[in-house]
């Protein structure tokens, strides 16, 4: 293959998959991000319910260590004009995907006003917390 033909196919992948990048609403999506201090982990970030999908998505998804704790920052986005209330908790996991802690942590609530974008932060129960999970869900009652 001539450089000239390798360069346009690479541009051809380059340009299927920045069109593949645009982040879908699914009821859970699954990324993975390398964190410097260990192995690659798997962040999830759970909608409970497709009207909730609807209105709120989500972006950025960062971690990082900040000495033996895991620190995790979700991007929240309200797709319409309206308040959106909701609910989130984290369910924290070690490297093996066994839950650190006996239960999960308690619903917190949130607001997200119209076309508003809305940082969700959470920190790992301790060191042992290598992966995690965000629920969000509509408040209930």
Same mark, same amino acid.
């Given at each position: ?31 993975? !991000? ?8 798997? #962040? ?28 995790? !920052?979700?991007?929240?986005?309200? !797709? ?6 909701? #609910? ?10 066994? !839950? ?15 076309? #508003? ?25």
């Amino acid at each position: 293959m001539g450089a000239s033909l390798r360069r346009v196919f690479a541009g051809a992948v380059l340009a299927v998959l920045a069109g593949c990048s645009t982040a879908s609403n699914r009821l859970e999506v699954v990324t993975e !991000q390398r964190l410097a201090s260990g192995p690659a982990t798997v #962040e999830r970030v759970v909608i409970g319910s497709a009207a909730l999908g609807r209105e709120i998505t989500y972006g950025d998804v960062l971690t990082r260590r900040d000495g033996m704790l895991l620190h995790v !920052q979700v991007t929240l986005e309200n !797709q319409t004009k309206h308040t959106v209330p909701f #609910e989130y908790r984290w369910e924290w996991t070690d490297a093996e995907g066994f !839950q650190v802690g006996d239960t999960l942590s308690a619903w917190q609530p949130g607001v997200i006003n119209g076309k #508003e974008r809305k940082l969700v932060t959470g920190v790992g129960p301790g060191p042992a917390a290598a992966n995690f999970r965000l629920y969000l869900r509509k408040p209930e009652g």
